[in-house]
């Protein structure tokens, strides 16, 4: 089992509709989540980080974590073209390493 | 600096040829990490630093790979002999401490012919 999973799209939704991008994870420990977008041919960025159970909000977006059934998901609102890009999730592994799941490919049309 | 640089922005070497890649993190990160992108794939761990230590090396591919970290700043990952396997674009990333947000650099793009 790899330790950070993903689906690698691609998830393609319409604009103005609501993207859902799931990620789970194999190390029980994990304490730390993060949502980071990657346009192509660029460096990935951080858009979201969330540390509890339950739904972190920041404008558009929304972290979700599960840590029992270890899993964490991001919802994005009212998608924009702009959004499309690759959305990878970084979990922290044994309190040591941040690794990276193979990431979801979204795809958003007008 | 203002952010996470590296250097050199693009690499091209000759197979068997060592190559040095450059980073220097964002002044008072304290952690550094080094990461693989092949084409279309993820980001493969490869190293970690905290300070001038690396608690986690499981990640270099093989002995050919090696990191070093100076003075709590600047990082080198050096490949010795490279192969075509070892195509791919390197990404450095820092952050204040461990467990916070990295920053990422622009990465250094590797081919070896």
């Known amino acids: 089992q790899k330790e950070v999973e993903q689906n690698s799209g691609p998830l393609s939704v319409p604009e103005g509709a609501i993207a859902s991008l799931n990620c789970t994870y194999s190390?029980?420990?994990?304490?730390?989540f993060f949502w980071y977008r990657q346009y192509s041919g660029k460096s990935p960025e951080l858009i979201m980080f969330?540390?509890?159970?339950g739904d972190k909000e920041d404008g558009r977006f929304t972290a979700q974590l599960n840590k029992a059934s270890q899993y964490v998901s991001l919802l994005i609102r009212d998608s924009q073209p702009s959004d499309s890009a690759t959305y990878l999730c970084?979990?922290?592994?044994?309190?040591?390493?941040?690794?990276f799941g193979t990431g979801t490919r979204l795809q958003v049309f007008p | 600096g203002a952010g996470v640089s590296q250097s050199p922005s693009n690499k091209v070497t000759e197979k068997g040829k060592d190559v040095e890649l450059r980073c220097d993190p964002i002044?008072?990160?304290?952690?550094l990490y080094w990461y693989r992108q092949s084409l279309g794939q993820g980001l493969e761990f490869l190293i970690y630093?905290?300070?001038?230590?690396?608690?986690?090396k499981s990640g270099l591919p093989s002995d050919r790979f090696s990191a070093e970290r100076t003075g709590g700043s600047v990082s080198t990952l050096t490949i010795q002999r490279t192969q075509q396997e070892d195509s791919a674009v390197y990404l450095c990333?820092?952050?204040?401490?461990?467990?916070?947000?990295?920053?990422f650099g622009s990465g250094t793009q590797l081919s070896v012919l």
């Open positions: 990333a820092s952050s204040r401490d461990r467990d916070e947000k990295l920053f």
């Open positions: 630093f905290q300070g001038n230590s690396a608690p986690d």
């Open positions: 969330i540390y509890s159970n």
């Open positions: 970084a979990v922290n592994i044994n309190t040591d390493k941040l690794i």
């Open positions: 190390d029980r420990g994990s304490q730390s």
């Open positions: 002044s008072g990160h304290t952690a």
